[in-house]
């Protein structure tokens, strides 16, 4: 094959090097593929605690539940606990449909007591399982089918907490997801142009469609029988940033020989 320096060759090629995929896989259920518990983080909650685990695992080692939970104590007070959340969140590792199961459990004290959960993308809410609720002493929530959509690299996030005015100024609860089962989307199609270097001979320029918040890695190899995920990054093109624009675009890269093939891999940028 000769060397991709056209434009009708370089988009061919993309989709034969497998830089887009044509179907979204099955359901995966658990906490797994990226979803594992030890990827998620938390935030801190104004003068308390927040802590998350997993609370049950399949026979092989998957967690099908976990447990979230934020605790405030300000002793006795006139003014109660002002509204506060704890935030639980995961860099999304696929593009992803999520559907779940929940229970939110816990105690806001007696006196307008309220308390709320939100799934959030990217720290925006983007659907409210339960808005905000008054109860009086212990409280329990229960839903199905809790569904949000995630692309890669989006941070997805469970939202908890609440408020209250009694003297008895204490907050907590605990937000348990279970049954979570996710199906990956198919990805975009992501069309890579090589074309000669009009500034420096015997050098490529590449240009692909990018999206902000994304890094690309150059990798090339000579052998298509080799995995991609095991092809060399190409002239030290690690982690290249998307571009302003809509397109990025690399410039006088080196063309190693007369057969050489070439991706460009999409990763979540840095937070």
Known sequence: MTKMTNRFLA???????????????????????????????????????TE??????????VTQSAQFSYSVNLGVTTTGVPERFADFTLVAPVGANINFNWEYSGNHAWWEAYQQFHITVNGKIVASPLPEFKSVGNYSHAGFGAAVTVAQGDILGFRIGGRNFDSNSFIN???TVSDF?????????????????????GTLDFEWPSRAGKVYDLKSS???SIPVENWEVWDNRLNV?????ATTRIESVAAGGEKRFFVVVEKPGPA
Do not use: C, M, Y
Request: a negative charge.
């Open 11 to 49: 988009s061919s090629l993309a989709s034969l090097l497998g830089l887009s995929t044509s179907a979204a896989n099955g359901q995966t259920v658990g906490f797994t593929n990226g979803f594992e518990i030890e990827n998620w983080e938390k935030s801190d909650i104004t003068e308390g605690t």
């Open 181 to 201: 089962q996710f199906e990956v989307l198919a990805s975009a199609p992501l069309e890579l142009f090589i074309n000669q270097s009009a500034d420096v001979t």
């Open 173 to 175: 609860g605990t937000l």
């Open 241 to 245: 940033p998307a571009a302003a624009a």
């Open 222 to 224: 000579t052998d298509l």
């Open 52 to 61: 998350f685990f997993g609370t049950f695992t399949d026979g092989e080692g």
